[in-house]
């Protein structure tokens, strides 16, 4: 493992905790690890791997248009427990 996948890794760790506890830092720590991971799979010529990267940076970039967590018109509610 090279030192750009570790902090790929341990910033995975993090976002997910982040996503644990509701806090909308998940998105920055996800978004940079997203962008490592592009670089490792590319390194790697993992080529198509590398593209999902980027799709999935896009997926992760969910905070785009929706200040305060608010739910775009027309979608369902945030779920909630039983």
Same mark, same amino acid.
């Given at each position: 493992?090279? *030192? $750009?996948?570790? +902090? #790929?890794?341990?910033?995975? @760790? ?15 720590? *996800? $978004?940079?690890? +997203? #962008?490592?991971?592009?670089? @490792?799979?590319w390194n790697a010529k ?10 999935r940076r896009r997926v ?23």
């Amino acid at each position: 493992m090279g *030192g $750009i996948e570790i +902090v #790929a890794a341990v910033l995975g @760790v993090i976002n997910v905790l982040l996503v644990v506890r509701r806090s909308s830092w998940n998105y920055p720590f *996800g $978004i940079v690890m +997203v #962008a490592l991971y592009f670089f @490792v799979f590319w390194n790697a010529k993992l080529y198509s791997d590398a593209l999902l990267q980027i799709r999935r940076r896009r997926v992760v970039q969910g905070l785009h248009g929706r200040p305060n967590g608010a739910v775009p018109s027309g979608s369902p509610g945030p779920c909630r427990p039983c």
